[in-house]
């Protein structure tokens, strides 16, 4: 792209006027301004004003009136003055077919002007003199004239012939870009390569004069140039043609793979944005040799006869066209009296109805129209020279935010269009509504933290500074910054002129004709004020926005990332579990191993997918043995696939495990039949268990050694009521006559079953029936059961306390008999344990 140095070309305004053309409702984009209310859209929906016959003021109508028939097709000029296109004034019938384009176009209310800085200069504009007259179409870097009908596409042909003027003044030859392309697309935006933006959306809703909806219909410049700095809409008019019949009178409406959305010939460098003024004008024109206008086309304004058109209403604007030229000889006599032309001089423009309108497709517009709006400009290149475009704003709504002095915007990228390979960041693109603007550009790599978009490792010693005389997009060369892939950087844009900054940002917006969805995430744009950085995401749609910045990058050498965290566990005694953190962008892992001291004896495994674990075990197809009780260090080097064969990273840094048996872990429960049941869990390569019990404060004791490795459980019987146990199992295995214990867990402590618990006494009372029976020492309680004569049962009570001994159940009922019995509980870590019991019976008396 253009070599831009950082004290050079333009900057933009903070109110954009939008205006639709060709049958769409112009809009005023919403300003943001800093403070609470971050963002404010100000775009308001208005109604279409009324055909301009009907609204021509009486001065007007009574000039036409008045004025005889000859003067008023010819200007009132004698045949000298007058400039004739083909040297005689048209019949009547060449006249209605020059005028019949005009009758369809549909009128659009009046809008204020961009408010342009007029003392910003572009740079060919700085120290030029103005020649009386030029032409770019004598410098041979004019495309032939198109025509668009029936289609209200204007818009895109005179973007599409800006481009191609940029194209031919940069030597890249002649291209016929395609106006259907732009058009389709703009209207059905597929999110780009990335992924960025995905939730991004333009949604169209205009109709044609034949009263269809049509995506054709309804654009303006400033939007296209939006759109086309994603680097979408301008693909070969062989590729994507305007269809219509021979005479361009049908309408034929396509529908396009959206695969071919992005297969783009011409890709936006910058676009200037302005409002209105000759000097203006031509120093465009030295700049760029053409400037998209939009202008009121009336049937009443235009001379056939010279294909001169002035209008004297303001505003109301319907049609896209492009200058290429200036003559300050055009004489004032060859426009129609009612234009009230008061000198001479006049634009030549390119129109896009065909070559056998006006003279040869063109017409000249005095300096004096009163319609003349919305100036764009834009350059492209046919081949980006950093072809990956990061960004969040994929659609394309006007809105800005009023940056004061000091403050900042950012976006946080994830460098991810390079895969496995490194990337170059080379270029900004930046989005200014502001003239006279001037802001610094800073790049920070290998984010720390994601929602602080200087966490990272600053690019440039010093912010580079920009100045950008006329507000708009440009693109911008820096130094250029070596991406990780997988990484995350940022952009950060700094105001760092003494006035405030309307920078453009994406935001949802809404104009009746067509509405845009900002679908912002959290994580991608930011804002520093008042001391912190904000994240602009917000779950209220109309407060989200993104700052309009775009990183270009290119995709550099391939580079192998390194593991890290690499960790070893030990697993069983053959057996070491390796894990590791993952290496963006690899096609897998070789595992190495070296035995204590000893060198490393090459690849233990490949890993060949981009899992980031692997299980060392001694298998004798792998060539290894894992000893017991050896020590053993690992290193993991990640490869990816370039050519068919593996191109590795370094080792990471060793890690060591020790080989060991499986670690038991014992569990127990009491059982009321007077045992604790042990079960622990299976340990690879086990000969067998020692199982140990211990009172606590005694010594452990072996009381049981099982063979094999799948003795899991065991019943000790050999235990006492309401006595406290604590167990622990070790796993053996036998080498070369030497047993070798594994680690353990022992269990939690236990309290055996209390012993059965019987009834001493059972008694009629005056109260009831009485219970009591001899405690046992330990306990927790006893639960307390009543049987009637039915086999019904009862629990009557819980006694929580283990010294307890006597209930008197006062509900019995006299005369009748009653079986009771008492269980004893202890409460385990695990629950509750109740004892056997027996029973008693007995009448109330």
């Not at 775009?43 to 009486?58: I, N």
């Not at 912002?520 to 904000?534: K, M």
């Not at 010594?699 to 006492?720: A, F, H, P, T």
């Not at 006494?761 to 001899?774: A, E, H, N, P, Y």
Request: aromatic content about 12%.
């Amino acid at each position: 792209m253009n070599r831009k140095s950082f004290f050079s070309r333009r900057f933009l305004p903070a109110f954009i006027v939008i205006a639709l053309v060709a049958g769409g409702i112009p809009v005023t984009a919403g300003e943001l301004t800093s403070g609470e209310q971050i963002f404010e859209d100000n775009a308001e929906k208005e109604e279409s004003s009324a055909p301009v016959s009907d609204e021509l003021t009486g001065e007007v109508e009574d000039t036409l009136l008045s004025a005889p028939e000859e003067d008023i097709l010819t200007g009132e000029e004698t045949e000298d003055e007058v400039r004739y296109i083909k040297g005689r004034p048209l019949t009547e019938e060449e006249r209605e077919e020059q005028l019949a384009p005009m009758k369809n176009l549909q009128e659009l209310p009046a809008m204020p002007d961009i408010k342009s800085d007029f003392r910003a200069v572009p740079e060919a504009g700085k120290f030029a003199k103005f020649p009386s007259k030029f032409d770019a179409r004598e410098e041979g870097i004019v495309t032939s004239v198109k025509n668009q009908m029936p289609y209200g596409a204007c818009w895109a042909f005179a973007m599409a012939s800006a481009m191609e003027t940029s194209l031919l003044r940069r030597g890249a030859g002649t291209f016929d870009l395609s106006e259907e392309h732009l058009c389709y697309f703009f209207a059905n935006r597929v999110g780009d390569a990335l992924g960025n933006t995905d939730n991004d959306h333009n949604y169209h809703n205009m109709y044609n004069w034949a009263g269809e909806k049509d995506y054709h219909e309804g654009g303006n410049d400033m939007l296209a140039a939006e759109f086309l700095s994603t680097w979408s809409g301008m693909a070969a008019e062989e590729e994507f043609p305007l269809l219509t019949n021979p005479s361009h009178t049908e309408f034929i409406y396509q529908n396009h793979d959206f695969s071919g959305a992005y297969k783009t010939e011409a890709y936006l460098e910058d676009s200037v944005f302005s409002d209105y003024s000759v000097e203006r004008m031509k120093q465009l024109l030295l700049e760029y040799s053409s400037v998209s206008i939009m202008y009121k086309a009336v049937d009443a304004y235009y001379n056939p006869d010279t294909a001169a058109y002035s209008c004297t209403i303001p505003g109301g604007v319907n049609h896209v066209v492009t200058v290429v030229g200036w003559d300050d000889t055009f004489s004032k006599e060859n426009f129609n009296e009612v234009s009230n032309v008061s000198a001479d001089g006049a634009w030549i423009v390119k129109n896009s109805w065909g070559d056998s309108w006006g003279e040869n497709g063109y017409f000249y517009l005095s300096y004096e129209d009163k319609s003349i709006s919305t100036l764009v400009c834009a350059t492209a290149v046919p081949y980006p020279e950093y072809s990956n475009n990061y960004f969040y704003d994929g659609s394309s709504g006007i809105s800005s935010y009023s940056l004061a002095a000091g403050e900042k915007m950012a976006c946080i990228f994830e460098t991810k269009a390079g895969e496995k390979h490194q990337e170059i960041l080379g270029e900004v693109m930046t989005h200014t509504w502001t003239d006279n603007a001037v802001y610094s550009i800073q790049v920070y790599t290998n984010l720390k933290d994601r929602n602080n978009p200087l966490s990272g490792t600053p690019a440039y010693e010093s912010p580079l500074v920009y100045r950008q005389p006329i507000q708009g997009i440009d693109t911008v060369s820096v130094p250029e910054v070596i991406l990780e892939p997988g990484s995350f950087y940022s952009v950060v844009i700094t105001n760092q002129g003494q006035n405030r900054l309307n920078y453009g940002v994406e935001a949802d917006a809404e104009y009746g004709w067509s509405s845009f969805d900002a679908g912002t995430e959290a994580g991608q744009g930011f804002l520093y004020t008042g001391g912190q950085w904000l994240d602009l995401h917000s779950e209220n749609e109309a407060q989200a926005m993104c700052p309009r910045i775009k990183a270009h990058t290119r995709t550099g050498k391939l580079v192998v990332g390194v593991p890290a965290s690499v960790k070893a566990e030990v697993k069983g005694y053959n057996k070491i579990q390796l894990s590791w953190e993952a290496v963006p962008g690899c096609d897998g892992y070789t595992v190495y191993r070296k035995e204590g001291n000893g060198p490393v004896k090459g690849r233990v495994s490949v890993v060949g997918d981009t899992s980031c674990t692997y299980l060392d075990k001694d298998v004798k197809s792998s060539g290894f043995y894992i000893k017991l009780r050896v020590t053993y260090t690992y290193t993991v080097r990640a490869y990816v696939m370039n050519g068919g064969k593996k191109k590795f990273g370094a080792h990471s840094a060793g890690v060591s495990a020790k080989t060991e048996m499986g670690t038991t872990a014992t569990t127990v429960r009491t059982n009321n039949n007077m045992y604790n049941s042990l079960s622990w869990n299976k340990i690879d390569g086990a000969d067998g268990y020692y199982v140990y019990r211990r009172i606590p404060g005694k010594s452990w004791e072996c009381i049981k050694v099982l063979k094999g490795r799948n003795s899991l459980k065991y019943q000790d019987k050999k235990v006492k009521s309401l006595e406290t146990y604590q167990y622990m199992v070790r796993a053996y295995r036998s080498i070369e006559g030497k047993k070798w214990y594994s680690p353990y867990h022992c269990s939690g402590k236990i309290v055996t079953s209390p012993a059965v618990q019987k009834l001493s006494t059972v008694s009629s009372v005056k109260d009831g029936i009485r219970l009591t029976w001899k405690p046992q020492e330990k306990c927790s309680g006893y639960r307390i059961y009543r049987v009637d004569k039915n086999g019904a049962k009862k629990r009557l009570t819980d006694i929580k306390n283990g010294k307890g001994a006597a209930y008197v159940d006062k509900t019995a009922k006299k005369g009748q008999e009653y079986t009771y019995y008492v269980q004893a509980f202890v409460k385990e870590f695990y629950g509750t344990v109740y004892s056997k019991y027996e029973k008693r019976s007995m009448v109330r008396k």
